[in-house]
Nanobody
Framework: QVPLVESGGGSVQAGGSLRLSCVWS????????IAWFREAPGKERDMVAA????????FYVDSVKGRFTVSQDAVKNTIYLQMNSLKPDDTAMYYC?????????????????WGQGTQVTVSS
């Protein structure tokens, strides 16, 4: 499948905000799950948020609940990750990925078509 394309990363101070974007390609009438993952140096790649594009159901890990919001522009096939109250621990390379909505969107397995990632750096 066509890789997703992320953008919007940057460097901010703690407490600041960033909005990431992820553009995905639609084939036929599919409405996939799209998720955001992040990978910090020396750590595993972990899912932080996901959205079911069919009905806007969202999923978050506990560490970002109340601070991050995942949303979509269905016309533009673009997924956004609004990140507020950023912390130094949020520093990582952020990736988006997709999988069929046949699977549970909130489970991190079976995601693919990874983008190139966008770097987020939060300084204290």
């Amino acid at each position: 499948q066509v890789p997703l394309v992320e953008s919007g990363g940057g460097s901010v101070q703690a407490g600041g905000s960033l909005r990431l974007s992820c553009v995905w390609s639609q084939f036929s009438y599919e409405r996939p799950c799209i998720a955001w993952f992040r990978e910090a140096p020396g750590k595993e790649r972990d899912m932080v948020a996901a959205i079911e594009t069919r009905d806007d159901t969202t999923f978050y890990v506990d560490s970002v609940k109340g601070r991050f919001t995942v949303s979509q522009d269905a016309v533009k096939n673009t997924i956004y990750l609004q990140m507020n109250s950023l912390k130094p621990d949020d520093t990582a390379m952020y990736y988006c990925a997709r999988k069929s909505s046949f699977f549970h969107c909130g489970v991190s397995s079976n995601y693919g078509s990874w983008g190139q990632g966008t770097q987020v750096t939060v300084s204290s």
